[in-house]
């Protein structure tokens, strides 16, 4: 198969498209919800179905080979791993300045409308 | 581009322990295709750290971060809508995405024509979005948002929006080049005299999509979170 290139049926396509267009409009609207950790949780999940739609369907990866698949989406797994660290340094960091500076007295101005 | 040699029958698992233990080409695809998928993952990297970054900056401040919602709300039909105009880009992107696509199927059709036209739109799709994205960052930066300030909270929601964007349209704007380029190649014949092969189009495809894929994720953490 991966000889010929990837040709698929045009279908296929046209529904991830569409999967695409409805996954969207889901997350734009959770902007319109309170947050809290369902907002949270439905803001990762439609991110993650339409990541995974765009790298499976339109690159093709559903399609490579495991040597392939893995050489690529394995490495970062890793940036997991970034996340976790530099999540604990950040609130460390947020609480030594909260412990040396004090809380903060910024004043933010209004957003204007347009 | 070189023709790829697979010369492995094997499937799953045992495939994969093939393919990588045979001492030869490891990878069944041409090897364009390879490279720009281990130049994707290499830019993975760097909008990872992008947009850990930004989490980092945005948990370690104590000033308050501004709300993107009514930071980049549009006024339509009387009311501010919030992130319209990021909500539009979206589905630009997208659909430059599905036109991508098609291409790519297109161009494995040999139908070069519609390949051109396909490859023509999606590039036209994309340099409206930066054209959005520069009408966005005057908007802001009007509005007195710099890298090392911020008159809505804190200073970091600029630097990390002018940073993170601002590469991301680089992006854009280089794809939009690289997709003309190949789609007049396409048009002129310039691959009927290498052998009539368009993997190239599938090469450009994979690049084009992934600039979408950052955008799912930017949209995600920076604009709705």
């Known amino acids: 198969m991966a000889e010929e290139g990837q040709q698929h049926p045009l279908k296929i396509y046209w529904i991830m498209w569409i999967a695409l267009f409805v996954l969207s409009t889901f997350s734009y609207a959770t902007d319109f919800m309170d947050d809290g950790a369902l907002r949270t949780f439905l803001i990762l999940l439609f991110m993650m179905v339409k990541a995974g739609g765009i790298v499976w369907i339109f690159m093709h990866m559903g399609w490579e080979r495991p040597a392939l698949k893995i050489a690529i989406l394995g490495p970062p ?8 660290l530099m999540a604990l340094e950040g609130e460390y960091v947020e609480d030594s300045r909260l412990e040396h500076y004090g809380e903060s007295t910024f004043e933010p101005k209004a957003v204007p409308h347009h | 581009m070189s023709e790829a040699v697979l010369d492995n029958e094997a499937q799953g698992t045992d495939g994969l322990v093939e393919d990588w233990s045979r001492d030869k080409q490891v990878f069944g695809v041409p090897w364009g295709k390879a490279m720009m998928w281990i130049f994707l993952l290499s830019d993975t990297f760097i909008f990872s750290c992008f947009l850990v970054g ?5 948990i370690s401040t104590t000033d308050p971060w501004p709300n993107p919602s009514e930071v980049f709300a549009l006024e339509a039909f009387g009311y501010p809508v919030p992130l319209l105009l990021i909500a539009i880009m979206t589905f630009i992107l997208i659909t430059s995405s599905g036109t991508m696509a098609l291409a790519v199927n297109m161009g494995y059709r040999k139908d070069r024509n519609k390949t051109f036209w396909l490859m023509v739109a999606t590039a036209v799709l994309g340099a409206s979005f930066v054209g959005m994205q520069a009408f966005e960052w005057s908007k802001l930066i009007a509005e007195g948002v710099r890298p090392w300030e911020n ?3 804190a200073a970091q929601f600029g630097s990390s929006f002018f940073m993170i964007t601002g590469f991301h349209g680089m992006h854009v704007s280089a794809g939009v080049i690289y997709l003309l380029v190949i789609a007049f190649r396409v048009k002129n014949g310039y691959y009927e005299k290498r052998g009539g092969n368009y993997e190239i189009v599938e090469v450009t495809g994979l690049y084009w999509h992934f600039v979408d894929l950052v955008w799912v994720f930017i949209f995600a953490f920076f604009y709705l979170w």
């Open chain 2, 151 to 153: 008159p809505f909270g």
């Open chain 1, 77 to 84: 797994v890793a940036i997991l791993v970034l996340i976790g």
């Open chain 2, 54 to 58: 930004y989490m980092m900056v945005r």
